[in-house]
């Protein structure tokens, strides 16, 4: 514990007006930190875990992106021999005359395994995983989650859910390649391509396993959110990254089942002969005997869960860059009530514009109607939270570092990709659009790469509560540039190129005469890829060497902010304050106040004072 | 396992482990909803006959019912202290259950010697899903009654609050498997 000197302010107010709830009384610290394996393997503290969910994630991040890197060199240079590649690919390069050419079959399956793998393991898990593990008991002022069991093995089933992906990779007819989406029948019949095979059966599992971890964790986020708040912390109070975690909460644990009902019945298609998504098809110009199915049906299904889980990625980056930029703007985030309603409105809509994604599978035109105007509701939540961001920038007193940068970044990232859902959204436009690269363009600006700064902004402003270090600032702006300017040059071109009508998915144009001039633009998108890859690499450099070599983190709130986890101790400690729990006295946003740059959230209120927004 | 709590006005007076579970009876509410949301998208669809359920299913449904209130009694006597009334009733619960799993396994097979199979028609394939996933969670919601019967005959009797949650998780779980095999029933019976 901090000897008496260096009792900082809050430390006084925690000890003087925090209430005891005993924890300290007992030994939690015994049951689970004993030894290795405790403390880092199978963890219930949830500062470990979120560092879990966080290096997991990296991980499958840097496979994720190799992968579009291999493909995107053969979208711009179909041409060059890929022998080179032979020794990491093994049979998936088959070379001819010294010429190496991708399979067109894993050209497929790295497509489908990239969408997978960054949608659910590095934008679900990978984000709102670390983050709500890491904050919602550190700014609630918890001890832990409700239950530390049930956090652990939610953690340890997306990590069975990765090796069993991981296994799909390696096996001889190859992981599944019929697209992240798993529409049937590709999905349904083993017999209707490689992938289809062992390769989706695989999937099947590994996503299966991921939905019950999002479930436990789900189940764990909610119920700590509104049991575990200390005393004076009332809902209205919360900072808005806890909001935000709190409603993806929400959204996943409604969703998530319905894509795994889905999930149920494909199984039956594939092993029981059922034909729930199957109906007259044909294969190798012999016809099934599966009649009466629907593979429509399995689109409502997936995109029920489909489009929330958009919103269960975005969200968490939406939290974090509130709270970040409110911090380094040195100002409360503006329309505080608004942001709330917003992210509850959003959250709302999700659930009833997923036939968006269906305008052109056949469904009613006069459906689609509904679905149309649902759709561009959504952008008036959306634009509120935008202009709140901007105006809480406005006059604010900015310090331009690497989280700051990211989160502006996500601004302008979302601003860009979300105007493109706009044409999306109205099904007359989506006629021309659909499927090819102009949604591609759209969903990769306002869900990748924005999803993305919000978690490095959210990476590189809670470091330190992580691992009691900083990151490097240079490396960091230098990964910053790198990944603002190369993320716009991969995706912008892909508008052009959408709107020509080029479809997505398709492993080489050179038949098409429409869209063959394309060629040097797809180059340079290919080049401006594998920029941006190196730029990720920096910052995989960054995060390992500053977790030993960082600068050390010398006061408890470096950055001057109002919120409870920085008036923990540098060095976390299990339940996380030593000694009382903190209690709160006022709403998270209190900057530039009465002549105080910054007041906590556990300093009392002076007489007549307002406390709450 | 362990559970963390606050006491603060601030925060909801639920017992945050009854609390989680209500939240994944939601989630479970979800997935049916899909399961028999689906089912009325599909039979809109051509090539639908309509199954005639065996009445077998009626008969089960009458036990999952009694099973509910054996099981309502127990808690109550638990309460009360009654600990010989509690075992029994925990095991006639325990037996109903059971009952209630042969009954199904024997409406499956008459319904499949009455020419509705898994394959032939999407309408039977939904039936065995909806009342199999049926099943399958009602399966859980017995593994929780072993545990308790167990705890019941080897530990002391004892009024503890740990032990009262659990009960009352498990009293609740039970409850909602009951109502959403009524629905499900009445779902398939009704929706033509
Ligand atoms: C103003 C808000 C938005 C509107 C109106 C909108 C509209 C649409 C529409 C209509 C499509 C279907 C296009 C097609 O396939 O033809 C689409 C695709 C998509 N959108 Fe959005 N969108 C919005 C915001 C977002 C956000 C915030 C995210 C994620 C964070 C997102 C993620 C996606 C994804 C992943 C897809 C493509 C999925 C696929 O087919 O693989 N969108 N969007
Ligand atoms: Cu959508």
Redesign the interface.
């Known amino acids: 514990m901090a000897s008496v000197e260096t009792l900082t302010r809050e430390d006084v107010l925690i000890k003087e007006q925090g209430f005891n709830d005993h924890f300290h009384d007992h030994h939690h610290g015994d049951k689970y930190q004993t030894g290795f394996l405790g403390h880092y393997v199978f963890s219930m503290d949830h500062k470990v875990i979120a560092r879990q969910f966080l290096i997991t994630g990296i991980f499958w991040a840097v496979v994720g992106a190799a992968m579009s890197i291999i493909f995107r060199l053969q979208l711009g240079f179909p041409e060059e021999s890929m022998a080179w590649l032979k020794p990491l690919l093994g049979k998936w390069i088959e070379v001819t005359d010294g010429v190496g050419k991708l399979s067109p079959e894993f050209y497929y399956a790295l497509v489908t395994m990239h969408g997978t793998i960054l949608v659910f393991f590095v934008l679900t898990a990978g984000l709102s995983g670390t983050f709500s593990n890491l904050l919602i008991p550190l700014q609630l002022g918890a001890r832990d989650m409700a239950s530390p069991f049930l956090n652990m093995l939610s953690y340890w089933f997306f990590f069975m859910a990765g090796m069993v992906m991981l296994y799909s990779l390696f096996i001889s007819t190859g992981p599944f390649s019929g697209g992240w989406t798993a529409y049937p029948p590709l999905s349904a019949l083993p017999q209707a391509s490689q992938g289809s095979g062992s390769g989706m059966t695989l999937w099947l599992v590994s996503l299966t396993l991921f939905v019950v971890s999002v479930l436990l964790g789900g189940i764990n986020y909610i119920t700590t959110v509104l049991n575990l708040r200390t005393k004076g912390m009332s809902l209205f109070r919360m900072p808005l990254t806890i909001w935000a975690f709190f409603v993806t909460a929400v959204i996943g644990v409604l969703s998530f089942p319905v894509l795994a009902s889905g999930f149920f019945m494909l199984i039956f298609d594939r092993s029981l002969g059922t034909s729930f998504f199957l109906n007259e098809i044909f294969i190798g110009g012999q016809a099934l005997d599966r009649v009466g199915g629907s593979a429509i049906l399995y689109q409502h299904l997936f995109w029920f869960l489909g489009h929330p889980e958009v919103y269960i990625i975005i969200l968490p980056a939406m939290g974090i860059v509130s709270e970040v930029l409110s911090v380094h703007a040195r100002k409360p985030i503006f329309g505080y009530t608004a942001m709330i309603l917003s992210i509850l409105a959003i959250a709302f809509l999700s659930f009833i514009v997923w036939a968006h994604h269906m305008f052109m599978s056949g469904v009613n035109p006069f459906i689609s109607n509904f679905f149309v105007v649902f759709t561009l509701i959504i952008a008036v939540p959306s634009a509120i939270k935008v202009f709140n961001w901007i105006t809480t920038l406005y006059g604010g007193n900015i310090r331009l570092n690497t989280a700051m940068l990211y989160a502006i970044g996500f601004i302008s990232m979302f601003i860009s990709g979300g105007l493109t859902g706009i044409f999306l959204g109205n099904s007359a436009i989506d006629i021309q659009l659909h499927d090819t690269y102009f949604v591609v363009a759209h969903f990769h600006i306002v869900m990748g790469v924005a999803a993305f700064f919000g978690m490095f902004a959210g990476i590189y402003h809670w470091y330190p509560k992580m691992y009691s270090r900083f990151m490097d600032e240079t490396l960091g702006k230098v990964h910053f540039w790198l990944t603002m300017v190369g993320a716009y040059l991969v995706f912008w071109p892909m508008h052009y190129i959408g709107m020509a009508g080029v479809p997505r998915r398709y492993y080489s144009f050179d038949t098409f005469d429409a869209f063959k001039h394309f060629d040097t633009l797809n180059k340079f998108i290919t080049i401006a890829a594998i920029i941006v890859f190196i730029g990720q690499l920096i910052f995989v450099v960054n995060f390992f060497y500053s977790i030993w070599k960082g600068k050390k983190m010398t006061t408890q709130n470096p950055y001057g902010a109002t919120t409870l986890e920085w008036t923990t101790p540098i060095e976390p400690i299990h339940g996380n304050w030593p000694g009382n729990l903190p209690t709160v006295h006022r709403w998270a946003y209190d900057y530039n106040k009465d002549e105080r740059e910054f007041v906590t959230q556990v300093e009392p209120a002076k007489e007549g004072e307002v406390v709450d927004h | ?12 007076k ?1 017992n ?2 009854l ?2 579970l209500w ?2 009876m ?3 509410v ?6 028999t949301s ?1 089912y009325i ?2 039979q809109g ?4 006959f309509n199954i005639k359920v065996p009445s077998i299913f009626y008969i089960s449904t009458g036990i999952i019912i009694v099973s509910s209130i054996t099981l309502h009694f127990a808690s109550v006597s638990y309460t009360k202290s009654l600990e010989s009334i509690y075992k029994i009733l925990l095991g006639a619960t325990f037996i109903l259950g059971l009952v209630f799993f042969v009954l199904q396994y024997k409406g499956w097979n008459m319904l499949f010697e009455s020419g509705v199979d ?2 032939s ?2 309408a039977g ?2 039936f065995y ?1 909806i009342t199999g ?1 049926h099943a399958l969670h009602l399966f859980g919601g017995m593994g929780a009654l072993v545990a308790t019967i167990i705890n019941a005959f080897v530990l002391r009797f004892g009024n503890d609050d740990k032990r009262k949650t659990r009960l009352e998780m498990l009293v609740h779980y039970w409850h909602f498997m009951g109502i959403l095999w009524i629905y499900l029933l009445g779902f398939i019976l009704f929706i033509k």
């Open positions: 396992m362990e559970i963390l709590t606050v006491n603060s006005k601030d925060t909801l639920f945050p482990q609390f989680g939240i994944g939601a989630s479970i979800m997935l049916f909803g899909a399961l689906a998208v599909k669809a051509s090539n639908w898994l394959k028609n999407v394939s939904f899903l996933a």
